[in-house]
Antibody
Framework: QLQLQESGPGLVKPSETLSLTCSVSGGSISSRSYYWGWIRQPPGKGLEWIGSIYDSGSTYYNPSLKSRVTLSVDTSKNQFSLKVSSVTAADTAVYYC?????????????WGQGTLVTVSS | SYVLTQPPSVSLAPGKTARITCGENNIGSKSVHWYQQKPGQAPVLVIYYDSDRPSGIPERFSGSNSGNTATLTISRVEAGDEADYYCQVWDSSSDHVVFGGGTTLTVL
């Protein structure tokens, strides 16, 4: 069974960069051609897609976040990562990593448990 | 931009049939996926590609998609089905994933 686990600081100061890593176990991140994604959920609100990355490194971002977001993948460590720069309180959310489909119109079938990131001084 | 419209809430008695809609112009031309999220938990995929059901999801969950509306149907609703439900598509015109605003299902 594929498992995903987010890791990173739970508290980030305003204007700094939020960095999270998703570790994948139970399968290789590059064994099949899947996209891997990040989704966030502000407290009490709905789901917001941040972006998705292919195992080759090609990326797709939410247009509303594109200028501040960078996704990367490290197949040697079976991990993929998220960076959000110049964070504000509006970036406070539970951040989820998930396996996207083999196509961009596919589903998010496997999810991490989520990690709460609070932006505060 | 592509906006998926869901009713904020649906309430019904146990044993009834819940229908949660997801609307947008010509959504029938897209692939729709549905997620269930219980408080404090990560979302769980319940329907993918309009009407397919992942292993482990009860047959009571079904989906359809035509015209301007996709629908998640939950038959014989149980207390354990209480959750938020989200629809999701890929908007190929702008190359991004879109989630609906979510629907809270309450079993009275």
């Amino acid at each position: 069974q594929l498992q995903l686990q987010e890791s990173g600081p739970g508290l980030v100061k305003p204007s700094e960069t939020l960095s999270l890593t998703c570790s994948v176990s139970g399968g290789s991140i590059s064994s099949r051609s899947y996209y891997w994604g990040w989704i966030r959920q502000p407290p009490g609100k709905g789901l917001e897609w941040i972006g998705s990355i292919y195992d080759s490194g090609s990326t797709y971002y939410n247009p509303s976040l594109k200028s501040r977001v960078t996704l990367s993948v490290d197949t040697s460590k079976n991990q993929f990562s998220l960076k959000v720069s110049s964070v504000t309180a509006a970036d406070t959310a539970v951040y989820y990593c998930a396996r996207h489909g083999t196509h961009l119109h596919g589903q998010f079938q496997y999810w991490g448990q989520g990690t709460l990131v609070t932006v505060s001084s | 931009s592509y906006v998926l419209t869901q009713p904020p809430s649906v309430s019904l008695a146990p044993g009834k049939t819940a229908r949660i809609t997801c609307g947008e112009n010509n959504i029938g031309s897209k692939s729709v996926h549905w997620y269930q999220q219980k408080p404090g938990q990560a979302p769980v995929l319940v329907i993918y590609y309009d009407s397919d059901r992942p292993s482990g999801i009860p047959e009571r969950f079904s989906g359809s998609n035509s015209g301007n509306t996709a629908t998640l149907t939950i038959s014989r609703v149980e207390a354990g089905d209480e959750a938020d439900y989200y629809c999701q598509v890929w908007d190929s015109s702008s190359d991004h994933v879109v989630f609906g605003g979510g629907t809270t299902l309450t079993v009275l």
